[in-house]
């Protein structure tokens, strides 16, 4: 089981082979996730609206990317993990910067952290960098500017746009970033940054000529029947398997055919149970000779001195 590193996705890249990361939050889903063979997981702050139901990124805190990545952290030994920078845990300043993406690394287990933004945050990329923390950029549709875009739409479309996206691409490769999120921008645009750029580029919703594609894994295995974007493509009834899973559990319950026998645990000595002053009950064994005596200390010991498993 080889260490998926950023040197493992560079030669992927330079040889043509497609990275594939997922996102995710949690042990289990990383393991899952891994074992499927994933290259990289990304811990996104898209945890506030997959997770903890919000309509945007923006409430998510620094503490809890922190946390979501220490969880996957524990759930992928092979995997490339990359842990979002939250909406305002980099804005404000440079330093703040280095210093939070630092704790994703030294408390949330981290590899790599990843940042939404072009050339205006280039400074930032290239400081955090430089502190040793490799950065993995995002363009496009960046999600914590949800205000200023008016809304979840393409990106990039148009002559100036493309320009621009394409500038913004440039920059963030030029400042040290490893790598790039094109989300939401038109497959032909998407191919041309990816041809112009010498680090690999990962895509959602970007078409299929990107060096990678990511999706969450609570959208690639259908558990949220009621998000369908163009760009998701589901691999299984998630839903409507777990739905059906827990509408049997609550029928069993109430039909008392849940828990069986084979569900319970029994007795490992038979007895009598006593009443003993206090309203508390010890079992005592039976044995050749008749009963067993009674303890003093009924909690901790059955009949003649024997401990309770």
Not at 20 to 37: K, L, P, S
Not at 119 to 127: E, K
Request: with cysteine; net charge neutral.
């Amino acid at each position: 089981m080889k260490k998926v590193t950023i040197r493992t996705l560079q030669g992927m890249y330079s040889s043509g082979e497609k990275v594939v990361m997922v996102t995710a939050y949690d042990a289990t889903m990383a393991r899952i996730m891994e074992d499927a063979g994933v290259d990289a997981i990304l811990v996104g702050d898209s945890v506030g609206m997959v997770v903890q139901g919000h309509d945007s990124t923006i409430p998510v805190t620094l503490d809890h990317i922190v946390y979501h990545s220490a969880a996957v952290r524990r759930g992928a030994k092979r995997a490339h993990v990359v842990a979002d920078m939250p909406f305002m845990s980099y804005q404000a300043g440079i330093d703040d910067a280095v210093r939070n993406a630092g704790r994703l690394v030294a408390e949330g287990g981290a590899e790599a952290v990843k940042l939404e933004g072009g050339a205006d945050f280039a400074d930032v990329v290239r400081r955090v960098v430089r502190a040793g923390i490799p950065v993995m950029g995002h363009i496009g549709l960046t999600p914590q500017s949800i205000h200023k875009l008016g809304g979840y739409g393409v990106q990039g479309r148009g002559v100036e746009a493309a320009r621009a996206l394409i500038e913004d691409a440039r920059a963030l490769e030029e400042a040290g970033c490893y790598c790039i999120v094109l989300e939401c921008v038109p497959e032909e645009l998407a191919k041309e940054v990816t041809g112009i750029l010498s680090i690999p580029t990962i895509g959602i919703g970007a078409g299929a000529g990107c060096s990678g594609q990511v999706l969450v894994c609570y959208d690639l295995l259908g558990f949220n029947p009621d998000f369908a974007p163009r760009f998701l493509k589901r691999y299984a009834d998630g839903y409507g398997t777990m739905k059906a899973a827990a509408e049997q559990y609550v029928l069993e319950v109430r039909s008392n055919a849940f828990p069986a026998r084979e569900h319970s645990f029994k007795e490992k000595v038979p007895g009598r149970l006593h009443e003993v002053p206090g309203g508390r009950a010890i079992r005592v064994l039976d044995g050749k000779g008749g009963g067993g005596s009674l303890s003093k200390e009924p909690d901790q010991v059955y009949g003649s001195g024997k401990v309770a498993k």
